[in-house]
């Protein structure tokens, strides 16, 4: 296992059946209506002719337009109290670590990173404790793993620019 230095937000605690909802509520959170139509006209092939980058800078303003209006409404996201808080301070493909020692090695946890990706947003996992630092990721969303895998790449890009420059 190898891990490169970053600092995520991260709550936990041990897996309970009733977290499974929860992370199944994620999965559909991320499948939200203007996400479905803009899947849609992608399979279609009717966003050919747009920048991808406009397209999801459009797609993330109306996320944010329809967060403030549950504000406005007074709507809340439930979420489980979870029982841990703490950071990550090493991500790795298929692997964390955590800060401080908070894990029972074999056990099965249940938690929510914040993972700070365009758009920033509560990513789920279910992990398993190799040991009291170190999570081993059995469930992630397909999308929510797609991020933290480039959230990876691109620390250790940031890590190596750093190397180079002190170098020169």
Do not use: C, W
Not at 8 to 21: A, L, M, P, R, W
Not at 58 to 84: G, M, Q, S, W
Not at 140 to 165: G, Q
């Amino acid at each position: 296992m190898r891990f490169v230095p970053a600092v995520v937000d991260f709550e936990f605690e041990e897996y309970k059946d009733e977290f499974k909802s929860e992370y199944d509520k994620f999965s559909a959170e991320s499948d939200d209506p203007i996400g479905q139509y803009i899947k849609l006209a992608k399979a279609r092939g009717e966003t050919k002719d747009t920048d991808p980058l406009l397209l999801e800078l459009l797609v993330a303003l109306h996320r944010k337009v329809d967060e403030l209006t549950a504000i406005v409404k007074n709507e809340k996201k439930e979420l489980f109290p979870l029982k841990y808080k703490t950071q990550i301070d090493g991500v790795g493909f298929g692997y964390f670590r955590l800060k401080d020692e908070l894990l029972k090695k074999g056990v099965r946890y249940y938690g929510r990173m914040s993972l700070p990706v365009f758009p920033k947003r509560e990513v789920p996992v279910i992990f398993e404790a190799i040991d009291e630092k170190i999570g081993k990721i059995i469930n992630m969303h397909e999308r929510d793993e797609k991020d933290y895998n480039a959230f990876i790449t691109a620390r250790e890009r940031a890590i190596i620019r750093e190397m180079k420059s002190k170098n020169e």
